[in-house]
């Protein structure tokens, strides 16, 4: 059973206990009066600090992602907090922020436990990329309690997150605080990939169309890696065997062949 599969069978099983049913993700955008949707980008909401630095830097990663991949997807970024029923709906939480936040409950450390353990997958994208201050002590923190027989370690670069799509040698973000992700490892999965340069910021665009931040020191190139790391990321989430299992694998092969 692949990791979208058993999400959502686990999903649907709280549900049913519940009573209640998956909220949907919001309007609909012009391009999808006739997709159907298969990904959405669910942003975990927390108590305290900054959860939403970069509020528009979902859609232009979403569209990024459909024009580069058969792969569908919602341009509009779900809202989830911890504790939502749906939140077993989605193989691919994001977090990010800029400063110290308020620590999770026992009940929502149970729950992410429970999430990353049966095949979820977590991006932590710091915002202030400053190492041991704001979010990234708070993040560490957290990630302590969650998994507290483990520490996160560079990930590795031959990691299959790297290779999903894009055949990665940088990573990118809005600045290169670390040239490297960091990631906590259970057994073979990789539930968890925490990049320090900021992401989002490089994602992100105004109504307009007009990058809201400049990229430094790697300008366009620089941007152009945090796409594909975006990218490479949510297809890792998506399945547990990238290579066989998703509907653009001859896409892959033949990048995996140049």
């Known amino acids: 059973m692949h990791r979208r599969d058993f999400l959502r069978l686990l999903s649907f099983a709280l549900l049913a206990t519940s009573g209640v049913v ?27 600090g900054d959860w939403n630095p970069h509020p528009l830097a979902v859609t232009p990663l979403m569209e990024e992602l459909m024009a580069r991949t058969s792969v569908e997807a919602s341009t509009l970024r779900h809202e989830v907090r911890i504790t939502d029923r749906d939140l077993f709906s989605y193989p691919f939480l994001y977090i990010t922020g800029k400063y110290d936040f308020d620590p999770f409950t026992q009940e929502e450390t149970e729950i992410l436990r429970r999430f990353l353990s049966y095949g979820g997958f977590l991006l932590a994208d710091d915002a202030l990329g400053q190492p041991g201050y704001g979010f990234d002590r708070s993040f560490r923190r957290e990630l302590k309690k969650i998994f507290p027989d483990k520490e996160p370690g560079r990930l590795p670069s031959a990691h299959a997150a790297l290779k999903s799509y894009y055949l990665l040698r940088s990573i990118g973000g809005m600045r290169m605080v670390h040239p490297y992700l960091e990631s906590i490892q259970v057994g073979s999965a990789t539930p968890v990939i ?21 990229v430094t020191p790697g300008g366009e190139q620089q941007r152009r890696d945090a796409f594909h790391l975006g990218i490479n990321l949510i297809l890792y989430a998506m399945t547990e065997n990238y290579k066989e299992d998703l509907i653009h694998v001859p896409f892959i092969r033949k990048r995996l062949t140049r």
């Not at 998956?22 to 305290?48: C, D, M, N, W």
Request: glycine fraction near 10%.
């Open 22 to 48: 998956p909220r949907k993700a919001g309007a609909t955008h012009p391009r999808e009066q006739s997709r159907p949707l298969q990904f959405v980008f669910a942003q975990i909401r927390y108590r305290g």
């Open 194 to 214: 925490y990049c320090h340069n900021d992401l989002g910021g490089a994602w992100e665009r105004d109504p307009l169309g007009n990058w809201t931040n400049a």
